[in-house]
Structures are given as C-alpha cells and as structure tokens.
C-alpha cells in the first residue's frame, strides 16, 4: 500500500470514491468537472518549487490517494486507488470560513444570588489561515484491521507537512461530522438551521462542499445565540461527533489537537485542533538515512511509517517492518521500489 | 360618590390589600409594606415639591367610595414621571430582519426581539389595582384616567410620550410560557418570584443576567411565540379602553412576560387633548341622566380632586356642580375646574 | 404651464441630465443609462399593472414645463412601494442605552447606532430632482407633493408609512465625515463610489460586508457624530417643506452619510389627509390672485396628471379650472378631480 | 534564597511591598485588613489536605514568597522577603472574570470584490474556572543578574503545580500588563475605557485588584466592538505588553504560553495561556531522590530548580549548584536545610 499525490490519471478512481461516499462526503461531490478543476488544482500545489513566493500565504490544497500497488498488473487503474486524504493549506482566503464559537459570558448577581456562565455560539471565521487535515476516506475493500490503513491515511499528512513545513502556516484543524439521530437528521440542524435555510441539510451541507458559499454569510443568523434558548436535544449535539467519526476523533486526539470550542453551523459537529508544530506525529518524527538491503525481511508488519523528503511533488508514504537504528532505516528493496528511494536518501519516520 | 385624590401613608393598609388581590400580582405593585409605605411617602413628596422637569418622581392616586358612612378606599393608581429614572426600564422591541440570499434567490422576514431601554424615556401609568365590584364599573374609568387629568394639568412634570405596560398571557396554572422560554432559562426563578424581586428591589439585575443580544423568534417555543404582545385575559377591557383614550399598540414587549406595550404621545392623549377649563357653578338640579359623564379635576396638585360627574354646562359654559361634588372637589362658584366629556362606552353614569 | 406626469422611456435623455445634475448625487437616481431605462420601464409596467398590495414598485414621475413651444422636462421624482421588498432597507437607529452602576453609584446614557431593518417596511419617496432654474418655485413642492397625490389615491398601492432619506452634511470637498469614520473602514472605497455601487446594484453587500452588531457612538470621531441626523445644506429646504407636510425626524439616519430619515404615517400626510374631491367646471375668468393655489390631479393611473392651479370652488364646491388646465389634466366639465389646497409658504402661484 | 508559602507572620513584609509597588500591581493594595485576609485564605488552601473534597474545584490561592535566608539573624523578618507570586487555582468562581476576545469575521463580497477579516472584541469569561499565574514581584535589592530570582519566582510554580496536580485544572493562563504611553497613559483606556467609566485608570484597575468589579458588568459597553472603529493608537495596543513586562512575557512563552486572541479589558495587554500539561516546566521537570552529602559544593551557581513533593504547607523551592543524576540529586547539607529535606525525600527538579 502506498501514499502519493493524486494524479490526472487518478480521475476516474476519484469519482469511483464520490459515487461511493455519497452526499455524506461533501468534500468530494461527484462532479466530474469539478473534480478534474480539483486535481488541477492539487497538481500545481504539489509542483510548486520549495522557496516560491506565495508558498508561505496561499491556498494550496494537497490530495492524496492510497494506491494498492499489490494487486496484480491487469486491474485497471481506478480499481487500484484504496483511499484519500488531503490537506488545505489555508482555510478561508478564498471563500469564507465560518465557524460557530462556544463563547462563555459570566452573568453574576448578587441579589439573585446568581453568578453562572451562559454559553453563546458565536459566528466567527478565525481560523482564516490555518491549515486543515480533511476528505480522509477508506473504502470498505481495504477496511481490514490489521493493514492499518486509515491510520496510514491518517498520519502521513502529518509526515508531509513536518517535511514541507514552510508550506503550512503555525495551526492546523480538523472539522468533525456531528451527532445525528436514528433517522439521519441532525437534530441542531432541526433546531437552528432549518429556521433560517430554505434548504435541507444535506443541500445546505452540499453547497458547502462546492465552495458555494455565499449563502451562509446572506442567512445565517447574524446575533450570537445563547445556547440555553436551544432545546435540550440541541444542546446535546454543541461539540459532539458521530457515532462512526468517533475512530477518527481518537486519532486526532492522540496526537494532540483538541476541542477548543469551535462547532461546525450545521450540525455542530466539533473543531479539533493544535499548533502544527505541537502535534505529536510532528514532533516526533525524525530525518534517517535509507539503507537498501534484501535482509531486511519484505513486507513485514505495518510498524512504522516512512516518507520522503527529497522532492514535494514525488512525495511517497507506507509501512515499513522495522524501525530506525542509530540514524539509519533499513529498506527491503520492494519496499526501496514502492518508495522510490535509493540508498543514501533522506527519510522522515515515525515509529508508534 | 367616587372620587380619586393622592395616596397618603394612612393608605397603607388599603394599598397592601389591593396590591394583595390584583390577578396577576403586578410587578409595580408589590404586597410589600415596606415598598408601599416608601412609595405613599415618595408621591407625598413629589406632589409637595415643586418639580420642573420629570426625574424620578411616582405619583400615587386612590379611588374612594364615599357612599357609606366612612369612605373607603376601594382602588389604586400610579404614574411614574420618568420610567427610567435611575436605572433602565427594560423592553423587548420587536424588529423584523430581512434575511435574503441572492445565490438561493429568495428572501424571508425574520422576527427578533432586541432588549431596549427606549421607553425608559417614557412616562408610566402603573400600578392599577381596583377591588373586584368595582370591575367593569364606571369606578374604572375614573381612577384610570384621574392621572392623565392630573398630568394634562402638569406637562412640565412629565414625558413627551405616556406608556403603559399591560400583563401579558398566563395559563391556568397562571405561569407565562414566555418565561419559562426565555426568562427562566437566564434568571433561575419562578415567574413569581422574579416578578416580585424586581417590584421589591432595584432592576439592576437584569443587566447583570440578560445577554445583550436580540433573541430570534423562531428559536423560542411555539407556546412562548404565540404570547409575545399579548393582553392578560383580566386586562382586555382596560386595553381596550387605554385605546379608545389614545394610546395604541407599541413594538415594546414586557421582559418577564411579554405583554403588551401601550404607548402614545402625551398630547394625542384624549384626556390632554380634549379638557377644558370651565368656570364653576352650583346647582343642585342637575340630572344625571340628560348628560353625558364627564371626568373633572381641581387645579390643587397636593389636594388634587378627580371626580365622574355630568357634563352639565349652563349657557355661558359653566360647569354645573351639585354642592356635594363641588364640596369634595373643593372648588367654590366661579372658581375653574379642568372636564372631559368621556365620549361612546361612557354610558353609565354614577349618581353625583 | 408645469405640469407632472409619469416618466416614459422617452424621457431617458432628461433623466440623465437630471441625475448627473444632482448636488449630491443620489444613491437612488444613479447617472447609469441601463439602470434608469429599468427604472422607466419598471414604473410604465407598474401603472399599468392590476396592483392589489404593494411590491417592488417604483413610480417615476417628471415635471414638464410646457412655457416653450415644446414642453421640457425640468424635473424628476419617484415613489418606491415598498423601501425594502426584496432587499432589506438598512438604515442605523439611533438608541439610548442606560448603563447604571449600583457599586459606583452613577448613570451613563449611551447612544448606539443600531442597523435596522425596519423601514423596509416603509413606501420611500425617492430620486427628486429639479433643475436648478425651478429651483426654490412652486415647481419644487409640485413636484414633490405629487407623488403624494398619487399616493392617496391608489393606498393599497402603498405602505402605512412613509419616509424619505436626506442626503447628509457634506464637507467642502463633497466627503462625509460620517463615512469617513465608519463606512470607510468597513467598505474600504471612497463615499461616492460606494454610493454609486449601492445606486446601480444590489445593496446586498451590506449584509455582507457590515458587521450586526450596534455603534457606540462615543466610539465616532467628534466629526462623525456631530453630522448623524444631520441634512446636506441644499435639502434643507426641502426637508422644511416635508415636515410642513406631516413629516417628522425619525430615529433613522441613513446608513452610508448619516442623513436623517423623515418619515410620517400615509393617513397623516397633509396632501392624503385634506385631499377633496371635486366636480372640473370649466371656466377662464379664474383670476390666480384671488384665490391660494393647490395641487390637482386627475384620476388615471397610466394617464396620471398633477398641476398647480387656483383653487378656485365655485359655491357648490366645484373646481373651476381653464380649458388649457382641464386640458392638460385630461379632465372634462364633471369630471371629478383630486384637489389638495397648500397652506402657508405657498403664496407664490404660477400662471395656469 | 528560598521560596515558600506565605505566612501569618509575613504580614509586615507584603504590605511593604504592597507600598512599594504601588498602584500599577492591582492584586496587591496597600491596606492590611485585605492583605491580612488574603494570607488566610491561602493558608487554608495550602493546608487543605490532599484528595480533600473540593480540591479539584474550589477556587483557592496559592502564594508564595521569596526569602533572603542567607542575610544575617539580626535582620527583622519584614527585611528577609525578597518578591512574591501567586497562583489563582481558578479564576471567575467568585466574581466574573472577563476578557476582551478577539474574534475574527470574514467579511465577503464579490460585487465590492472584497474579501477580508473583520477583528471584533467580544466580552468574554471563557477563562472561568482556568489557573492564573500572576502577583510576581522581586523587590530591586535582590534583581542583580547572575542570582536568577526572578526566574525562581516565575518559574517554581509550574513545579509546585506539577507535583500537586489534582489542585489544578487543565489550563493555566497569565495575564500581561498593557502598553502604556510615555505619560504613562494607556491609549487603549482612552480610546475605548474612559467613554464607558466615569472613574480614571488606575481606579479602576485597583477596584479591579480588590475583586470589586461588579462596576464592569454594570457599565462595560455589552456589545461586540469592531475594532476597526477605533483608533489606530488604541489598535496598536491590543495584545502587546508593556515595555518593562517583555522578560516576563519572554519567560512565559519560554514555557510555551501563547497569547490565544484574549486581552485585558482596560489596558488591552496580552493573555498568554496554555495547558498546563503542555507546560515545558511540568513536561520536563521529574522526581528524583535526594542524596545528601558533605562533598557537594555549597552553594554553587543557580543551575536547577528542586523542590519539594512531600506535603503542600511545607513547600519548598530552590536553587541547587548541580543536576541530577540517574534518578538522584545530591543535596550540600546546606541545600537540604533549606529545603527541609532529608536523605531519600523525593524532590521534583527542573534542568534549565
């Protein structure tokens, strides 16, 4: 299994997983065109020379697609590509990033003998500029728990971007989907949005995905609210995650980016986030030297996670059976292959 | 024989009684001893002082039944002179928002209601409270318009614009679904409870516990929507009658239970508008029954007189008095007395 | 001979002239070629149109000298059905707020600008201009009060309350101090591009742009705030004119320079409340000197006729106007005509 | 040099400091019954025994002081303390504790093709129930360089927290004085402040340091300020530090505290938070076990920091000349009287 940067040629496989996912996913509508402007996109972020101008300001967004490089020869292209990830550069430069806050307000009197703290949710686009983790998607194929395959997913944007950290602004987020009912509806949704969209949720929540916007910053109720006028059914859902994003919230947790009061307008779902330079995968990981050897038994257990360092745009990530020793990562030469590193070469690792 | 004039602190008692059996308890007149023994010796005070501008003055009337042997007081009124004189008098001002989004191509009018201090500039009529076989009497009329005989005579004393804040609805367990939307979930109280520390105490605590931010209507419950701007059913006809006087439905809500606001301009104000002075004359003929009711005041602020009695002008546009009603208003032959004809629903006409 | 009648797209070329002419120039009258022929076709299509309840409406309206040989078009003026029908109307409201300390025992009031949506609800009286050679004439208040003549007779057509915006205090160099301290740091373009913007486009961009929440004036620059109500030295006649109507100074000040809105309810209106209506006959002997003038117009829509003439009643009440008059109007020998006498500061009468 | 908590006894000593800082060090007014109350209150919270109910929630304060112990026995007590500092277990139990927030809000729109973050200052208590680190002041006599007592001061306390945890919440923070003007006037109070309080600077900043604030609740302006709308020297000030607080600020991001958007409502400095976990002090500080031994060299440079772990009351931090060693630390006799330690105490250490 290998991680790389998306390519034109991935087109069809791409749509294959927008099919798959659904309206849920809104990242990835199936539009063709839009997904082939996305690739665009994501190609020239990745071929952007280290040390451009703008490297350090712009909106990039960096895609990436877990390919199953051990099937064998005849399997078409787009049956290959087990999964994606990718990474925004910066969030809210080009279309608004809208957030609620979790604002706390002390209300305190003395002759009633009160003094409490009155949540309020605040619109707000202050994470403008930060960078976001998003669109990770497994497909059901490649889900066996052994091959760690979300975890790769997962972790190996954390690799990318302590290797190309000039490209990455000081914060990084994730948005979380939130706590739905029985039946699929987000109950903050029925208990706020719906007041103020003459749309459903899952078009509201489609739109978002396109980027289109503008709608939100016209209806959105523009005064804070207080939390306490929601319905207890509402308030229940203020930064909590979906049954099934638990996995994925445990993960990002276990790195270091937390719940800092930030809810996703729709479903309030939560933000998690850090300083990029505070997550553990970032702190941790470290630059050895790759030795070719066929001792080195191949494949072996996904136990530790590999990268390259050398060019942005031939980036490649997998497991790898063994850890490094004394500055040096011992590389089986399939493995060497799938990285497509000699010896010699750098590699950013990160043991468990 | 009725007949209003100012509250003195003899009055105590009969104003812990009435405070006791208004339907609801009224926030301005609380069955507090202490609070309406300080409120008789405030209107004494303020009637003997010689005000120039309105400031922090409460006037306080009572309705005498003079028909047994000792008269007995038998009804209450106020007018405060400044309704925000020291600290706000609050309101929820409703306000419409216009929501449109040109990407969705539509428009929607959403209710808000803003906390407001507007009517703090106001004067106030408050604190009516009428014994129960006196309801529905001419009684009512009289003691309700006397203040306005007594400000028509003393505009320096009071606002540009004349409120009055009406009970709003209760269900039969006489709880306000408005408040338990919206009050309780910010003040922790009973209704009745915080109904009664605001009467007792200083307000203050409103600005200390109450969100600056305007609440959405479509957040509230249905229960809470349907009573913004309501009438207490016990207060329909004084509404009513507060309307055929001049004043009309205000966007000013109560805080507590959202009743209705009544508001007009001191000078479009029936009583302002249409009194005229008449020069007294004694007769004792006088009918009632070929006149129309007319409410008539003395011109004395401490011995203020207001009394019902037939609209009888002699030729040169005297005001025929019996000798007993120009006793008790304390006006001699050729002395001026302030009248208003009370026009339609002013049928009944007490014997004078 | 002056006489007011719909604008036709034929008027286009006069419009223009009169828009580039204003001083200032008007949000609501842009010198934008497209825009104005939308606006003429528009009104052509409203006065045509079975019109039950008010709407997008905007009736243009121009004032025609018919002294030359053929009548020019010296003036324009335009009725907006509903200020806000499908944008809101934004507009700031000016609020005290009462900030009262118990601990230091003081009382502060504050004003705030609040950004209100409420006179969307109005009928707006819109894009008045006037030659300058008419300029201060009886063809000033002709052309002014004829919309209101209008008015009064198609109510359903209309709101329940008026208003019009006056153009705000200019500096010397045409710059708004008001929008210099606030506008600006929101809008980021100068005063008459913005102005220009809001005349050709939507307006939604406020709601895009302006944050929801009040402005503490204290906040303002002295320069700012001492011009919020304020009216642009050229409309201070005009708006001396508008009170002697009905209008009054409404908490609204406009949202860009800070002008204040005048604003009156429909019934209250001078020309709608002491509008008659009288039988036309027919008679040249009216001397103008004996008699005060008054507006007159006909009873047709599309036809829609106002003029200045004698009012001059025979003693059963009926209008004696010329033929020429009669003519122009559109009105025959019994026929009945709108006919609204001017009071005061309406000696000057022009030959009819 | 020895810190320790404070006592009874010490009383004299910080009211001399309390005069010798002066106004600008609100948590420390000069008047003896407070400061002889505030050395009960932390008596008792140092006293409270471990695992005692309320530890993990009750607010209580925490205040040490820094003791000259090598200065001869004939020097009065008052003469020996050296500075002071504190830590708040938890802020906002008691009285509100507010904060301005700058929350940032994307401003979008395509006509004005504009596209930018509006900075807005909330009121906001979501510190409440946070720690604080704060009251730090090291009397002039003993600031020569190489002794590093002001970095004893500041820094013993991530080690007093380390060890005892449980008394701690997840967050600590602390709060910077603003920037001032070389008339030593705040430009922040004068833009903003000074139009809301009808009391000067320092008198409210020493209301404040009483815990006398309910005046903020009461007169704060309540709505959300652009801060766009103020002053560009009032701008300039928010979120930066006074020149004379830069080593203070200086250590505190040492340890990883970041200013998060949180400044002081009247002077606009910096709050700088973080969790306290993530501490550096409490991340790499460790026990080790005390070896006592005549061949230490007494007393040797302030290298690392020991204190002690065994009992709250009895606390002891301090300089020691050498660093651990496999899990021990060897103690001069000196070093051990000092502390109050004897061989094989467990001892918390902190290597710079």
Redesign the interface.
């Known amino acids: 299994m290998l991680m790389r940067p998306i390519e034109f040629d991935d087109l069809e496989a791409l749509q294959a997983i927008a099919v798959e996912t659904g309206v849920g996913f809104t990242s990835l509508p199936d539009n063709r065109d839009f997904l082939a402007a996305r690739i665009d996109e994501t190609r020239r972020a990745f071929e952007m020379p280290d040390g451009a101008p703008g490297l350090a300001t712009d909106p990039a967004n960096y895609f990436f697609v877990l390919e199953d490089d051990e099937l064998s020869a005849g399997v078409p292209r787009a049956e290959r590509i087990a999964g994606c990830c990718a990474i925004e550069a910066r969030v809210?430069?080009?279309?608004?990033?809208?957030n609620y806050?979790v604002?706390?307000?002390?209300?305190?009197?003395?002759?009633?003998d009160?003094?409490?703290?009155?949540d309020?949710l605040?619109?707000?686009?202050?994470h403008?500029g930060d960078a976001e983790v998003c669109s990770l998607y497994l497909r059901p194929q490649w889900r066996e728990k052994g091959a760690r395959n979300g975890t790769l997913l997962s972790r190996m944007r954390w690799l990318f971007m302590a290797s190309w950290r000039e490209r990455f602004p000081d914060r990084v987020l994730a948005e979380m989907r939130g706590r739905f009912d029985d039946q699929g509806r987000s109950p903050f949704w029925e208990?706020?949005g719906r007041?103020?969209f003459?749309?459903d949720f899952r078009h509201a929540d489609r739109?978002t995905g396109l980027g289109?916007k503008?709608?939100i910053?016209?209806?959105m109720?523009?005064?804070?609210?207080?939390t306490?006028?929601?319905p207890e059914s509402a308030r229940a859902c203020i930064g909590q995650v979906h049954e099934q994003t638990r996995p994925a919230l445990a993960m990002l947790n276990a790195q270091g980016l937390?719940f800092e009061?930030y809810i996703d307008i729709f479903d309030a779902g939560p933000t998690v986030e850090a300083?990029l330079d505070?997550v553990r995968a970032v702190r941790h990981s470290r630059e050895v030297e790759a030795v070719i050897s066929e001792r080195a038994e191949a494949p072996g257990v996904p136990r530790v996670l590999a990268s390259t360092t050398r060019a942005c745009a031939t980036f490649r990530a997998c497991w790898v059976g063994r850890g490094p020793d004394e500055g040096r990562l011992m590389l089986h030469p399939d493995e060497a292959r799938r990285l497509g590193v000699s010896a010699g070469e750098r590699l950013r690792v990160l043991a468990d | 024989m009725l007949l209003v004039r100012p509250a003195g602190t003899a009055d105590l008692p009969a104003l812990m009684r009435l405070a006791e059996a208004s339907v609801p308890r009224l926030t301005n007149l609380p069955a507090h001893r202490e609070r309406l023994a300080a409120r008789l010796e405030q209107s004494t005070r303020a009637l003997a002082a010689p005000v120039e501008a309105p400031g922090e003055e409460c006037y306080t009337f009572v309705l005498e039944d003079h028909a047994a042997e000792t008269p007995e007081v038998v009804g209450t009124a106020s007018l405060r002179a400044c309704a925000g004189a020291r600290e706000a008098y609050y309101t929820w001002r409703r306000e419409t928002l216009i929501h449109a989004s040109q990407q969705l191509d539509v428009r929607r009018e959403v209710s808000i209601l803003s906390l407001s201090h507007e009517l703090s500039e106001a004067s106030l009529l408050c604190a009516f409270s009428l014994d129960g076989r006196y309801r529905g009497t001419p009684a009512e009329r009289l003691l309700r318009r006397s203040r306005l005989l007594f400000a028509a005579q003393y505009p320096e004393r009071f606002r540009a614009v004349m409120g009055v804040a009406m009970p709003g609805w209760l269900d039969d367990q006489h709880r306000s679904p408005f408040w338990e939307s919206v009050g309780r979930r910010f003040f922790a109280r009973d209704f009745h409870e915080i109904n009664e520390l605001a009467g007792i105490h200083s307000k203050s605590f409103i600005a200390e516990v109450m969100p600056p931010f305007p609440l959405y209507e479509p957040l509230l419950s249905d229960a809470a929507r349907s009573v913004i701007g309501s009438v207490h059913d016990g207060h329909q006809a004084a509404a009513a009658d507060l309307r055929d006087e001049g004043f009309t439905d205000s966007r000013h809500v109560d805080l507590f239970d959202g009743g209705l606001l009544l508001e007009a301009p001191f000078g479009q104000l029936h009583s302002v508008r249409n009194g005229q002075w008449h020069p007294v004359v004694i007769d004792d003929e006088v009918a009632p029954a070929g006149h129309a009711p007319a409410l008539v005041a003395n011109q004395q602020t401490g011995e203020f007189r207001c009394m019902l009695v037939p609209h009888a002008l002699s030729a040169t546009r005297q005001l025929r008095l019996s000798t007993a009603c120009a006793g008790q208003l304390g006006v001699a032959a050729g002395q001026a007395i302030l009248a208003v004809a009370l026009g339609e629903g002013a049928r009944e006409m007490p014997a004078c």
């Open positions: 809210g430069l080009d279309v608004p990033f809208y806050r604002g706390r307000l002390a209300q305190s009197s003395r002759l009633l009160l003094h409490r703290i009155v309020t605040f619109l707000s686009s202050d403008t208990s706020l007041h103020f003459p749309i739109l289109q503008s709608f910053g016209e209806l109720p523009r005064y804070p609210i207080c306490a006028l929601l937390r009061g300083y505070d």
